[in-house]
């Protein structure tokens, strides 16, 4: 049975192909799970352009005092906004620990600041951690004093054009940072258009060229968590990196960066060619099993064999 819903694809800025299948159409919000991640960077970079947020340096528990006095793991007061971006916080891969996977799903999401253990010191070691993307969201919400989806829609959705679907909110009423955001594939398209040239949309300056080039530089490298073996990602997707919260991977001859959510949601961006790739596919919502798993390897695999045939490109897209 396949799980793609869509898949688009995007050259010099032109719209090249743009397929739906079985439960996709042009006009589906989808679920695109934890590529909403790399929207909450892009939220974290804007936040620091307008000053709400004065520096990735800036301490965690800046930004949590009601936990201050509650802490027993005195390394978490290190912890950095660029620590969060780079999944090097040290908190664990939830899906190693079903009492933090149920946490994470239906429990309160600021209270495993202080429940979840650190497995490594702070700055150390990547491990992926929805935890610190929820995080992420949380901070900028509270350090611009507006909710996330508002500051979203005025200073990203927006001025991209593009219309958001339902996202949820935490038990506190935080939009959720790591997953839950759903747009069609087009519009997901206008956000890797906007990194892929530099950080502008249409002429106009949406995020910092200076934060797009930081957020996908590889901060780790080779990387074996998050159910990632050997740096690898099914047949195609080499040398797997991470930025703030962006990863990369090499494909054939080609470099890529690429935000990825479960079930196989992807935006692929392809600087040296001048392109895009969106995939939208079944989020397989709350499963995360080896059903799951074949599917999203499935669609990882087709981009990554388009990726891998094509001829190498010229001279590099300008940012």
Same mark, same amino acid.
């Given at each position: 049975m396949s799980t793609l819903y869509g898949l688009l694809v995007i050259k010099n800025g032109q719209l090249i192909a743009d397929w739906y299948f079985d439960e996709g159409a042009v006009e589906q919000k989808a679920l695109l799970q934890s590529v909403t991640k790399s929207y909450t960077s892009a939220l974290v970079g804007i936040a620091l352009e307008h000053r709400c947020l004065s520096s990735?340096?800036? +301490?965690?528990?800046?930004?949590?005092?009601?936990?201050?006095?509650?802490?027993?793991?005195?390394? +978490?007061?290190?912890?950095?906004?660029?620590?969060l971006l780079q999944m090097r916080a040290?908190?664990? *891969?939830?899906?190693t620990d079903?009492?933090? *996977?149920?946490?994470?799903?239906?429990?309160?999401?600021?209270?495993?600041?202080?429940?979840?253990?650190?497995?490594?010191?702070p700055g150390t070691?990547? #491990?992926?951690?929805?935890?610190?993307? #929820?995080?992420?969201?949380?901070?900028?919400?509270?350090?611009?004093?507006?909710?996330? +989806?508002?500051y979203a829609e005025e200073h990203l959705f927006s001025p991209l054009d593009a219309e958001v679907g339902d996202w949820i909110q935490d038990r506190n009423g935080y939009y959720v940072g790591m997953a839950e955001l759903r747009f069609t594939a087009r519009d997901a398209a206008k956000f890797g258009l906007l990194y892929l040239d530099g950080g502008e949309y249409e002429g106009n300056r949406v995020v910092s060229a200076d934060w797009v080039?930081?957020?996908?530089?590889?901060?780790s490298e080779a990387i074996t968590s998050g159910g990632?073996?050997?740096g690898q990602v099914g047949r195609y997707f080499r040398?797997?990196?991470?930025?703030?919260?962006?990863w990369s991977a090499t494909a054939g001859d080609h470099h890529l960066d690429f935000a990825w959510g479960h079930g196989g949601q992807l935006i692929v961006l392809l600087d040296e060619l001048d392109m895009i790739v969106v995939v939208t596919s079944d989020p397989f919502y709350q499963q995360h099993d080896d059903e799951s798993w074949r599917h999203e390897r499935a669609n990882i695999n087709l981009v990554g064999k388009f990726i891998a045939s094509l001829p190498r490109g010229g001279s590099a897209h300008s940012r």
């Open positions: 990735v340096d800036q +301490k965690m528990m800046e930004f949590f005092p009601e936990f201050a006095d509650q802490l027993a793991d005195p390394r +978490k007061e290190q912890i950095t906004i660029r620590d040290g908190y664990p *891969w939830e899906e079903p009492a933090y *996977w149920e946490a994470i799903l239906y429990g309160d999401l600021l209270i495993p600041i202080v429940g979840f253990p650190l497995i490594s010191d070691e990547f #491990h992926y951690s929805n935890l610190t993307s #929820h995080l992420l969201g949380v901070i900028v919400s509270r350090a611009c004093d507006l909710d996330l +989806k508002s080039r930081e957020s996908l530089e590889p901060y990632i073996v050997s040398d797997i990196g991470y930025g703030y919260q962006w």
